[in-house]
């Protein structure tokens, strides 16, 4: 694993397809924003002799494929792909955002990954989110290691941040998280600070020096080894105790030297089972240098350690109409079944689809079948099509290089696919089949939205289409109480890349509007009302009256209609247009313009002229003798309540609980789920989370989540109803 005495040529960098599932790593980068994965891929890239020293391809761009909003942000907002090449494997590192408003290209990257390396800086620790990625890795047995950057920052200590990993990410086994290098410091600056020059083998015992801007391996001083001496022990007792032979662990605490080969070979299957994490330091590379500190090391570890994706177990796979089907862990050979993991557009070449391919092979110019289910919530339409697929690719920077073909388990991009969206699945048109899908993060941030203009009215549509395709952690909603089209989001950065995007990308300028809740209207007692509808202009004229009674009904029982007139008052005809009348009326509200819900509304008596009576009349009529029967009596402004739950860890369900209950919420209840968390389980009304995705995030430094879901509308307090009568009447 790099801890061994070769030193290798790299690759031109220049990736291509690869022959065979054993030959390709598909490693995801995981970290806070900020704590140097990018900067590490470019590194690794470089390292492999992909990009020249400025972290540029050859021929021009940046080894990570952003788009302009990431640089004008100055954070990672998508999932990017850089394929590189070493000592004959193809290994596709994919960098996802750090910021968890973006958590949706995370688990894309999760999903097309068969390894996770989990970046910590030196500097900042390990935040919550993180945390909670480890442990949903740690659910699915994904392997992982643990990469420690800026050490180079004032106070960086290696051993430190080691032992803070153990903790944090070791809970269940802290001796699974251990160093297989220590970092080795120079000579001091005049600051103080003494930057870290190399790396000493615990295993190998070899020191590997980086200072001159090679790798250079040594025999180390007599006076290092003492040094390194309880780190190495612990290393190898951590290897052997994970190791399949179990009479290793008798052999060496009975005396015997076990030999290095068997601790590397034991090392990388227990990291290949996802049993053990090492842990790594890694530095870009410094100026002039061809190699950072820790890169070989590195793409060693991912070559060697980590498992080829026929380790890794298929998705679940069904027909069409939902019968399972069993197919061989990734067989080149086997029916086609890829899945699109990330959609973009391109201003030259349309709409790009990065996908995985998880069994047979995938090739240019071939038909196959696209499958798309389960997101008809998120604006994503059911869809089932065959489509034939453009250019296969890979990434180059911003540009993309044709590759012949997509073996099972490794990553294209394909052109052309217009009506694939993020987590489709292709297979061969003659044997369609669906995979399931991975989980999305619920979108709970309502941006409202409308067309600036007339002319942004027409390409809106298609605008939000477009971009709900792209995103399926975005839902669109056209409310039909409100009439708001309203897109949810994951948080205030998410809303901000959307609306850029709807700007720069498909040219549709919108306007950000106040978020409107569907309130109701009901009746809180029992009244009486009369509609005289009477008009004589020559001619004929109009001519109805009708007295009807309203009475409040328990909450869900919407309107009933009710017919009590005796002795031909109102003759039947007309029966049926007073309860037009009175629906309608009810639609439009009585007090503030919401709707009417919960009463019941029976037809007492009414009169009628021979000539002059009619449909509209007796429609009009009943309308007034709701408005009339609502003056009278005292409305309720329904509002929407909420089901909320909280997961969140238990240092912060004091602080979720109180404001939970300074937003009106009904704490119903808590369960403890697992180890360290809390479910808080509350009724919220609707008015008071709007924010909530944000408030949360805050209160609990980013390690809580939450879901929502609708429970029923019930009056609103007095005060704040009064508000929004006077609102209403100020805005009529």
């Known amino acids: 694993m790099g801890d061994k005495a070769n030193t290798h040529p790299g690759a031109a960098g220049r990736a291509t397809a690869a022959d065979h599932p054993a030959s390709v790593r598909n490693v995801v980068l995981v970290g806070h924003s900020g704590s140097g994965k990018t900067t590490l891929v470019e590194a ?61 290209e995370l688990r894309a990257g999760l999903r097309a990954a068969d390894a996770a390396l989990f970046v910590v800086s030196a500097s900042d620790g390990v935040d919550g989110s993180t945390r909670m990625v480890w442990e949903e890795c740690a659910a699915v047995g994904m392997p992982r290691a643990i990469v420690i950057t800026h050490l180079e920052a004032a106070r960086a200590d290696f051993e430190e941040m080691t032992r803070v990993c153990a903790e944090v990410f070791g809970a269940a086994d802290p001796d699974a998280v251990l160093p297989l ?18 790396l ?52 060496y605490l009975g005396g015997e030297q076990v030999d290095v080969k068997t601790l590397i070979d034991d090392l990388e299957r227990a990291v290949a089972r996802g049993a053990f994490f090492p842990v790594l330091a890694a530095a870009p590379a ?27 177990a298929c998705p679940e796979v069904t027909t069409i109409d939902g019968r399972p089907r069993e197919l061989k862990p990734c067989d080149p050979d086997g029916p086609l079944v890829a899945e699109v993991v990330k959609t973009s557009s391109d201003p030259y070449v349309g709409r790009v689809s990065l996908v995985r391919v998880f069994s047979g092979t995938l090739r240019p110019d071939e038909t196959v ?76 941030l309502p941006l409202a939205i409308q067309a600036h203009s007339k002319a942004d009215e027409d390409k809106l549509s298609q605008g939000l289409g477009r971009l709900v395709a792209e995103d399926p952690t975005m839902r669109l909603e056209q409310n039909q109480d409100t009439h708001q089209v309203v897109l949810w989001c994951l948080g205030e950065a998410h809303a901000d890349v959307a609306l850029e995007r709807l700007r720069s990308r498909y040219g549709v300028q919108v306007d950000v509007v106040p978020h409107q809740v569907s309130l109701r209207e009901t009746f809180a ?24 009674e309203v009475e409040p009904l328990p909450g869900g029982a919407g309107i009933e209609f009710v017919d009590k007139v005796v002795g031909g008052a109102v003759p039947r005809q007309f029966i049926p247009s007073v309860e037009k009348g009175v629906r309608a009326q009810a639609a439009k509200g009585v007090a503030a313009g919401y709707p009417l819900v919960d009463v019941r509304i029976t037809l007492l008596d009414g009169k009628a002229h021979s000539v002059d009576s009619s449909d509209a009349a007796f429609q009009t009529a009943g309308a007034l003798a709701l408005r009339e029967a609502a003056a009278d009596a005292t409305i309720h402004l329904l509002e929407p309540v909420a089901e909320v739950s909280v997961l969140v860890g238990d240092d912060y369900v004091g602080a979720v609980m109180s404001d939970l209950s300074g937003r009106r919420g009904r704490v119903l209840g808590t369960e403890q789920v697992g180890t360290g968390r809390t479910l808080v389980r509350a009724e919220v009304p609707e008015f008071e989370i709007g924010r909530y995705a944000i408030d949360l995030r805050s209160l609990s430094h980013g390690t809580a989540r939450f879901g929502r879901s609708y429970a029923r509308h019930e009056p609103m307090p007095a005060q704040i109803a009064e508000k929004i009568r006077a609102q209403a009447k100020e805005a009529s």
Request: a negative charge; one cysteine or more; aromatic letters at 4%.
């Open 44 to 104: 690794l890239a470089l390292a492999a002799g992909a990009v020249n020293r400025a972290g540029r391809v050859e021929d021009g761009g940046t080894v990570s494929d952003y788009d302009e909003i990431e640089h004008r942000q100055q954070r990672s907002v998508q999932l990017s792909l850089v394929p590189v090449e070493w000592d004959g494997f193809k290994i596709n590192l994919l960098d996802t955002p750090g910021y968890a408003d973006f958590v949706g």
């Open 181 to 198: 290098y220590l970092p080795l410091r120079g000579a001091q600056a005049a600051d103080g600070h003494a930057p870290v020059t190399g």
């Open 200 to 251: 000493m083998g615990l295993l190998s015992q070899r020191l590997f020096d980086y200072s001159s801007g090679e790798r250079t391996e040594s025999e180390p001083g007599p006076d290092l080894l003492p040094q390194i001496e309880d780190a190495r022990n612990r290393l190898i007792e951590g290897i052997i105790s994970e190791s399949e032979d179990e009479t290793l662990m008798d052999r």
């Open 286 to 312: 410094a100026e002039g240098a061809r190699r950072g500190l820790g890169t070989v090391e590195l793409l060693d570890l991912v070559t060697r350690g980590f498992p080829t994706p026929t380790e890794h």
């Open 369 to 444: 079948h696209v499958s798309g289910h389960g997101l008809a919530d998120r604006g994503h339409e059911d869809h089932d099509v065959d489509e034939r697929i453009g250019a296969l690719s890979t990434p180059f920077g911003k540009q993309q290089r044709p590759v012949t073909h997509a073996v099972a388990g490794d990553l294209a991009c394909v052109a052309k696919l217009g009506r694939a969206e993020t987590g489709d699945t292709l297979s061969a048109k003659d044997d369609p089949l669906l995979m399931e899908p991975w989980q999305m993060p619920d979108p709970l």
């Open 525 to 548: 007692t029992r009244s009486a009302g009369r509609g005289r509808h009477v008009k004589q202009s020559g001619g004929h004229g109009q001519y109805a009256i009708c007295e009807i």
